[in-house]
Structures are given as C-alpha cells and as structure tokens.
Antibody
Framework: QVHLQESGPGLVKPSETLSLMCSIS????????WTWIRQPAGQGLEWIGR???????NFSPSLESRVTMSVDTSKNQFFLNLKSLTAADTAVYYC???????????WGRGILVTVSS | DFQLTQSPSFLSASVGDTVTITCQAH??????LNWYQHKVGQAPKLLIS???TLQIGVPSKFRGSVSGTNFTFVITDLQPEDIATYYC?????????FGGGTKVEI
C-alpha cells in the first residue's frame, strides 16, 4: 500500500520560503507524477502543481512564479518550495500521487502551515 | 483558468436520503472528471474517476454520471459516516482544477 507523509515547518514568516517534503513508501516514484495541493482554512482545494521524475512538470499559473518542485527518487522523497510567502499561503498542504488517468489516487494526511510573524 | 462550477456549496439532508451534487464544465472535458470525499482532519479520498468509474473498495451507494458538460454525483441512503465535503476535479486541461466543493451535513 502506498503511503505518503508530509513534513516541514508549521510556522513560517512572511516573505520567507516554505520548504516541505513528502516521504513516499510502498511504491516506486519512477512511473508517476507527484503533486502538491493545498487548502486554505475555510476554503476549497487548490492545485499547486505536479512533477514527474523525468522532469516533466506543470504548475498553477497563479503560483508558478513562486513554486519549485523536485524529487529524490533514491530516497523516495518529493519536495515543494514556495517563496515570498504571505498570509494568503496559510493552508493545509497535501502531497499526492497522480494516477495515469489524472486522478489523485493516494494522498498524505496533510500538514498545516501558518504564515505569520 | 478552467471553469468548473460545482453546486450546491452546502447540502443538508436526512439519514436515508439520496443527495445529488452537480459539476458543470464550461467546455467539453471528455469525461475527464473525478470525485473526492474529504472528511475533516483526513486526507481526501478518490471515489470516482472518469466521471463514473467507482474505485475499488468504494461502496456502490456512490455513483457518478455525465451528460455533455454536466456531471452528476449521487449518494444514496445517506448515513452519518458520509458527512464530508465532496469535490469534483477535472484533468482534461492544465491547470488541473477542483470545483468549489459541496459540504454535506445531516
């Protein structure tokens, strides 16, 4: 069974960069896209972007200028960097595996990130 | 950005009821739409892919269908454990996107 777990700081300051890691177990990273999704408090799900280990990627236009994603297949880890943070970036951040059909078939439990000074 | 209009945003029903949620795409998306259940404090769960394909292990009380650009998600025999927010999600074009969600309460 594929298992994903997000980790990182729960509190970051405005203007700083958020760095999150997704640890994956129970499956290979090589043949899938991996994605980050977030949910601001009281709001719906927002897709951030996706990355394939072969380097293919797509990002939300609203976040693309601030987002970097990377993978370390040797450690089964997937990373998100989001720079120039504001309070609007406060959210629960999820990592997920993308099925071939474009659905998000396996999710982590999410990590709450608060942007505040 | 892609327009995916989900309605209603909130739904209150009784135990045993059948509830219906709709998701309308502004263009033809070739049935490339999924449905998720998101319970508070949990990871979202994929219930239905490709508009109508029930995922393994998901009860048949959940059903999806499509007519043109209008997608329908139905829960029959609503139970307390079905309390959640439900989302549609399209993958026909980039950026991938979700509907606004439907909060289902009893």
């Amino acid at each position: 069974q594929v298992h994903l777990q997000e980790s990182g700081p729960g509190l970051v300051k405005p203007s700083e960069t958020l760095s999150l890691m997704c640890s994956i177990s129970g499956g290979s990273m090589s043949h899938h896209y991996w994605t980050w999704i977030r949910q601001p408090a009281g709001q719906g799900l927002e897709w951030i972007g996706r990355l394939h280990p072969d380097g293919s990627s797509n990002f939300s236009p609203s976040l693309e200028s601030r987002v970097t994603m990377s993978v370390d297949t040797s450690k089964n880890q997937f990373f998100l960097n989001l720079k120039s943070l504001t309070a609007a970036d406060t959210a629960v951040y999820y990592c997920a595996r993308v099925a071939a059909a474009g659905s998000f078939e396996h999710w982590g439990r999410g990590i709450l990130v608060t942007v505040s000074s | 950005d892609f327009q995916l209009t989900q309605s209603p945003s909130f739904l209150s029903a009784s135990v045993g009821d059948t509830v219906t949620i709709t998701c309308q795409a502004h263009v033809d998306i070739n049935k490339f739409l999924n449905w998720y259940q998101h319970k508070v404090g949990q990871a979202p769960k994929l219930l239905i892919s490709d508009a109508s394909t029930l995922q393994i292990g998901v009860p048949s009380k959940f059903r999806g269908s499509v007519s043109g650009t209008n997608f329908t998600f139905v829960i029959t025999d609503l139970q307390p454990e079905d309390i959640a927010t439900y989302y549609c999600q399209q993958y026909n074009e980039m950026p991938l996107s979700f509907g606004g969600g439907t909060k289902v309460e009893i």
